[in-house]
């Protein structure tokens, strides 16, 4: 089992700033991956964005120029740095933890921009 604390949401007007950070305990493999989705009422939960072990990213179009994934692979946390933020960047921000064996989720984190 894996457990996955989240940390960093909250309100910010539109062109503001906020950082997340999701921290990973339990049963961690060597090879996995980290990252992001986020769930706007009445919509599909989506990626926002993931990093692997080994650094490789991906990020949804959406953010791409504006947010940035980041890992402390000793501390098994994840970071999301997000810029520029746009009201349609509001939604609760789900961390995903991805290894052999499970995929496994944090418990989410509001973020909500105003315009």
């Known amino acids: 089992q894996v457990q996955l604390v989240e940390s960093g949401g909250g309100l910010v007007q539109a062109g503001g700033s906020l950082r997340l950070s999701c921290a990973a305990s339990g049963s961690i493999f060597s090879f996995n991956a980290m990252g992001w989705y986020r769930q706007a009422p009445g919509q599909q939960r989506d990626l926002v964005a993931l990093?692997?072990?080994?650094?490789?990213?991906n990020y949804a179009d959406s953010v791409k120029g504006r947010f940035t994934i980041s890992r402390d692979n000793a501390k098994n946390t994840v970071y999301l740095q997000m810029n520029s933020l746009k009201p349609e960047d509001t939604a609760v921000y789900y961390c995903?933890?991805?290894?052999?064996?499970?995929?496994?989720w944090g418990q989410g984190t509001q973020v909500t921009v105003s315009s």
């Open positions: 995903n933890f991805q290894q052999r064996g499970g995929t496994y």
């Open positions: 990093i692997t072990r080994a650094g490789t990213t």
